[in-house]
């Protein structure tokens, strides 16, 4: 139950409880899929350049592939954190 009690910015409470409630749905989502994201595709590898001389104006660098990994209990724990938000995020009084 929301009360209309009218805020000095002209919005009523309820809607600035919805918005959070709203809030912490979205992020339980964006939450649950990097979790599954993480668990499905746990390493991704990524490109970086090293600048390994410089003579003057003229630079040479590398391009280097490296990899990455994700821990699995990453992904558990943010995977269990966006069920969580997503389940509790409409109760919120």
Do not use: W
Request: proline share 5%; with cysteine.
């Amino acid at each position: 139950m929301c009360f209309a009690a009218i805020l000095p910015t002209g919005s009523s409470n309820c809607d600035s409880l919805e918005r959070v409630k709203r809030f912490v749905i979205i992020l339980g989502v964006i939450l649950l899929v990097l979790g599954i994201a993480g668990l499905v595709h746990p390493s991704f590898s990524y490109h970086k350049q090293e600048e390994v001389a410089k003579i003057g104006p003229i630079k040479a660098t590398v391009d280097e592939e490296k990899t990455a990994q994700v821990p699995a209990a990453v992904s558990i724990v943010l995977l269990v954190a966006g069920i969580g938000l997503i389940l509790l995020g409409p109760r919120i009084k």
